[in-house]
């Protein structure tokens, strides 16, 4: 009896790599838009969860939120500019630091708010960090604001 090695054949071959190409270019192009995707809902979460709580609780303690020219700096330090807060009880964020949108920017601020005018305005400009355009991502409901159709 003779024998034989096991191998593959180049035709066998090609029909592998030919497979796999096609599972790549159906599967990367799904996952590349999943990170702008999960930006948007980090900066998302930031704005409606994270400095909302943290903004909720300074307004409690001192019956204000702090103004644009406190800015969110509040949250961290007591301020000494008008009005100064009485019953400051900070930090009011846990790191103790204020965090930047995921495109690397700070969080914009505004209070009393344009847009919400019992409290404040609270956005990120986006990934491409320009005000408006329909990818900004806010704290008010409007056509341009977070959600795209």
Do not use: C
């Amino acid at each position: 009896m003779r024998d034989r090695k096991q191998a593959f054949t180049l035709v066998e071959l090609m029909l592998v790599v030919i497979i796999i190409g096609i599972l790549v270019a159906m599967v990367v192009p799904r996952i590349a838009g999943r990170s702008e995707q999960a930006r948007r809902a980090a900066s998302q979460a930031d704005i409606e969860a994270n400095l909302a709580i943290a903004l909720d609780l300074y307004e409690l303690d001192n019956g204000n939120y702090p103004t644009t020219e406190q800015g969110l700096d509040a949250l961290i330090t007591e301020s000494s500019s008008s009005p100064v807060p009485e019953n400051w009880n900070g930090p009011y964020l846990k790191k103790r630091k204020i965090p930047h949108d995921p495109w690397g920017r700070p969080y914009k601020y505004v209070s009393p708010g344009v847009h919400n005018k019992e409290d404040y305005d609270l956005f990120s400009f986006g990934p491409d960090g320009v005000e408006g355009g329909g990818d900004d991502v806010t704290n008010w409901e409007e056509a341009s604001s977070h959600e795209k159709e």
